[in-house]
């Protein structure tokens, strides 16, 4: 997983606007829930299930405005867990790369 800096690229990506667009996904109103399928997908990956819940702060950092940097492999796997497919998660990656 990177960690990514923040800028701003030609096209206007930016860490913010993936804070705001993520939510959306799926209409999250609690971040219990992104958790609990995240770890259900990083043990089906083969993670063991200590290590694979995130804490449920990390998974709000992730959602919250004025990011400095991005963990690119977290916000893939949020996007999987909320239900869209390795393309769709592949083009949030490309997005915190393009931030």
Do not use: N
């Amino acid at each position: 997983m990177s960690v990514l800096r923040d800028s701003q690229d030609a096209a206007g990506e930016s860490f913010d606007l993936i804070a705001h667009d993520l939510p959306g996904l799926k209409g999250v109103t609690s971040y219990g829930t992104p958790v609990r399928l995240i770890a259900e997908l990083r043990v089906f990956r083969g993670v063991q299930s200590g290590a694979a819940i995130p804490a449920r702060s990390t998974v709000y950092d992730v959602m919250r405005p004025g990011r400095t940097r991005m963990d690119s492999g977290l916000v893939k796997d949020i996007v999987l867990a909320l239900g869209a497919d390795e393309a769709e998660a592949e083009r949030w990656v490309d997005r915190c790369a393009q931030a």
